[in-house]
C-alpha cells in the first residue's frame, strides 16, 4: 500500500464511534514499533512528526521510511506533521509525501486562525492532503511550544462550528482540557464540552495530549466523539528508559542494534495498549 490520507480513516472512525492512535515518532526504529503495533493488532494508524523532528531528521528521510513502512505493511498508513504555524514547512512535508498536516494558529485571534486554516485547506485540497487545526489552546509542552496552564483556553462549541464551516478543514483539534506532557494531576477534561462540540461539528474531532490521561477518561472522549489520539511523551519516556536500563546493566554496550531492541519492544507494547483503549484493534 502507498501512505493514504488520514481523512478516510478518521471519518471511519467518527462513523464507527472508534478513535485512531496517531503516535509521534523521532526515530527509525520508534517508527518501526508503531507500525508492528498496528499491524499485529490491524489497526489503521497515524505516524506523526513534529516539526522538531522535521528540522533533525528531515522530511524527506521521514517521509521516505514512512513510505517504505505503508508498502510493507497491511494496514493503512498515514503520516501526519503535528503543529506546525509556518506555511513553508508545512509545503514542504506535503512535497515530501507526508499525507495529512496541521495548521496551529491557535495562538492568533479567531479571525487570523481562520486565514491561516483556509490558505493550507486550500493548497492541501488539491494534493488531497488531510488538514487538522486547533481551537482554544491546548495547554503543556510539545517540542518548543510552552502554553502556560494560565493560558490554556478551552474551545467554545459555536466557534468550533463557525471555524469548520468558513475553513472547510478536515479535522479539528478543539482544547477540552487535556494538556501536552505529563499530568502533575488528574487532567480536567470538560466532557460535557467535547459532547457539545461533537454536536455541532461533523468532522473527526482530535484529542491532543494523550499521555497520561487515565484508560476511563480516554474511553468516555472516545465515546462522546473523539476520533484521533495523539500521543507523544510517552512513547518518549518507554523508549529512553528502556535504553537507560540497558546502559545501567552493561555500560559497556556500544552495539546500537543491540540497546534498540529492547526500547522498540517497550514502545510497540504502549502502542498496543493504546490501540485497544482507541477501540480500534481489527479496523484495518
Ligand atoms: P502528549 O505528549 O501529552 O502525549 O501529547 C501529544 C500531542 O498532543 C501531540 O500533538
Redesign the pocket.
Same mark, same amino acid.
Given at each position: 500500500m502507498t501512505l493514504v490520507s488520514s481523512t478516510t480513516l478518521l471519518r471511519d472512525a467518527r462513523d464507527g464511534g472508534y478513535c485512531i492512535g496517531a503516535f %509521534?515518532v523521532h526515530t527509525l526504529e520508534m517508527l518501526q514499533a508503531v507500525v508492528e503495533a498496528a499491524e499485529e493488532l490491524r489497526s489503521p494508524l497515524i505516524i506523526?512528526s &513534529?516539526v522538531g523532528t522535521v528540522k533533525h531528521l528531515g522530511a524527506d528521510y521521514i517521509a521516505a521510511a514512512a513510505k517504505t513502512a505503508a508498502r510493507r505493511s497491511s494496514v493503512p498508513i498515514a503520516l501526519h506533521l503535528? $503543529?506546525c504555524s509556518d506555511f513553508g514547512i508545512i509545503m514542504q512535508c506535503i512535497r515530501a509525501g507526508y499525507t495529512s498536516v496541521m495548521i496551529d494558529a491557535s495562538h492568533e485571534p479567531f479571525e487570523r486562525n481562520v486565514e491561516a486554516t483556509s490558505k493550507v485547506v486550500e493548497a492541501a485540497a488539491a494534493v488531497g492532503v488531510n488538514v487538522e487545526a486547533e481551537l482554544g489552546r491546548?495547554g @503543556?509542552v510539545?517540542d518548543d511550544i510552552v502554553v502556560d496552564e494560565r493560558d490554556a483556553l478551552l474551545a467554545d462549541p459555536d466557534e468550533c462550528a463557525a471555524f469548520v464551516e468558513r475553513t472547510g478543514v478536515h479535522t479539528l483539534a478543539p482544547a477540552i482540557g487535556?494538556? $501536552?506532557?505529563?499530568y502533575k494531576g488528574d487532567p480536567k477534561i470538560d466532557f460535557d464540552r467535547i459532547g457539545r462540540i461533537a454536536a455541532k461539528v461533523e468532522i473527526p474531532l482530535v484529542l $491532543? @495530549? @494523550?499521555? @497520561?490521561i487515565p484508560d476511563a477518561q480516554v474511553r468516555r472522549a472516545v465515546s462522546l466523539g473523539m476520533s484521533k489520539m %495523539?500521543?507523544? &511523551?510517552?512513547?518518549r519516556i518507554v523508549f529512553s528508559d528502556a535504553i537507560k536500563s540497558v546502559f545501567a546493566e552493561h555500560p559497556d554496550e556500544n552495539d546500537p542494534r543491540k540497546y534498540m531492541v529492547p526500547a522498540k519492544q517497550a514502545l510497540k507494547a504502549v502502542a498496543m495498549e493504546k490501540i485497544h483503549l482507541c477501540g480500534s484493534t481489527g479496523k484495518a
Open positions: %509521534n506523526q &513534529t503535528d $503543529h491546548v @503543556g510539545e487535556t494538556a $501536552h506532557g505529563i $491532543h @495530549g @494523550g499521555s @497520561g %495523539n500521543v507523544a &511523551t510517552e512513547l
